[in-house]
């Protein structure tokens, strides 16, 4: 069964640091992964997604992530944080080779950036 | 141009009572997903359709849940003889392609209180 993995329900991170928001995901083959982003009173957003090639991937509002195969892990990284990073962020997982359309979504991590 | 609209945005029933939520996709969207967001949690998959077809209803979670999108545009979730543990967040999306690989344009989602 599909499942994916939120260890942290909150990160803090001071601006101008590196943040990092970790996943993990188990899926019987292979994933295909995606983070999204929840502003305050607005829906979610796609940040970025890895379907298959270059294990890491760049995103919108200069976001990236690491696909790491050996660890099952999708981690959402950026390489200085700015106030207005704060949200709430979402991993995601589909399984294309017996999921189907289904995605799954992980809890969510509150990312707080103190200024 | 115009995103993924919802409607109502809110909606108390008393149990027992039907409702039904509305999603307009963005314009020449293909895919449609309906999602259920409980406090707290990340979006749990509901159903999926390609068009007007309904191909993956496996998050229904019982037979009282009915999804349409008869036009293959606008798609409504109706819910019948409420339950309290039927109150959350219903999450509509979108997404131009067809495969599993496509990323997602979320509604604001209709928030649904039964009482």
């Known amino acids: 069964a599909q499942s994916v993995a939120q260890p942290e329900d909150q990160v803090n991170v001071a601006e101008g640091n590196p943040l990092t928001v970790k996943c993990t995901y188990s899926?019987?083959?292979?994933?295909?992964l995606f983070w999204y982003v929840q502003y305050p009173n607005r829906g979610l957003q796609f940040l970025l997604k890895?379907?298959?090639?270059?294990?890491l991937v760049k995103g919108s509002y200069g976001f990236e992530a690491e696909f790491n195969k050996s660890q099952t892990s999708f981690h959402l990284k950026k390489p200085s944080a700015l106030v207005s990073d704060s949200a709430l962020y979402f991993c995601?997982?589909?399984?294309?080779?017996?999921?189907?359309?289904?995605?799954?979504f992980g809890a969510g991590t509150r990312l707080f950036v103190k200024a | 141009g115009a995103g993924v609209s919802q409607s109502p945005r809110y909606k108390v029933a008393k149990r027992g009572q039907d409702v039904a939520l509305r999603c307009d996709p963005i314009?020449?969207?293909?895919?449609l997903f309906w999602y259920q967001q409980a406090l707290g949690q990340g979006p749990e998959f509901l159903t999926y359709?390609?068009?007007?077809?309904?191909?993956?209803k496996s998050g229904l979670p019982s037979d009282r849940f009915f999804a349409e999108r008869p036009e293959g545009s606008v798609s409504t979730l109706k819910i019948q003889r409420t339950q309290q543990e039927d109150s959350a967040v219903y999450l509509c999306?979108?997404?131009?392609?067809?495969?599993?690989?496509?990323?997602?344009?979320f509604g604001p989602g209709t928030r649904l209180t039964v009482t």
């Open positions: 999306a979108s997404s131009p392609q067809t495969g599993v690989g496509g990323e997602q344009y």
């Open positions: 899926v019987s083959g292979n994933p295909y």
């Open positions: 890895y379907i298959t090639g270059d294990n």
């Open positions: 995601a997982v589909r399984d294309p080779d017996t999921g189907g359309f289904k995605t799954i």
């Open positions: 314009s020449g969207h293909v895919s």
């Open positions: 359709f390609q068009n007007e077809a309904q191909l993956d």
